[in-house]
């Protein structure tokens, strides 16, 4: 089992910045992949980044160029650095941990961004 703890969600205005944190306990193996997905009210759940442990990198092409992912493996915690904010980023942002086939979910943390 994985256990995920995310931090850093709550409201800024358009064109501020977040960071989203997102630390994993538990049997943790190295191989894996980290990420962010988020799901605005009526919309389903999205992809935003994920990270391999390898450091293998994607984005979702609305946040290219202003969302950055990172991860120490070493504390085996994954970082969303969220610049230049827009209102249609307002959506609760999951943290999620894939190994050997299955995936983990954090709780979820609320971002919204006013216009």
């Known amino acids: 089992q994985v256990q995920l703890v995310e931090s850093g969600g709550g409201l800024v205005q358009a064109g501020e910045s977040l960071r989203l944190s997102c630390a994993a306990s538990?049997?943790?193996?190295?191989?894996?992949?980290m990420g962010w997905y988020r799901q605005a009210p009526g919309k389903q759940r999205e992809m935003v980044a994920r990270i391999t442990s390898g450091g293998v990198i994607n984005y979702a092409d609305s946040v290219k160029g202003r969302f950055t992912i990172s991860r120490d493996n070493a504390k085996h915690t994954v970082y969303l650095q969220m610049n230049s904010l827009k209102p249609e980023d307002t959506a609760v942002y999951y943290c999620?941990?894939?190994?050997?086939?299955?995936?983990?979910w954090g709780q979820g943390t609320q971002v919204t961004v006013s216009s």
């Open positions: 999620n941990h894939q190994q050997t086939g299955l995936n983990y």
């Open positions: 538990g049997s943790i193996f190295r191989i894996n992949v």
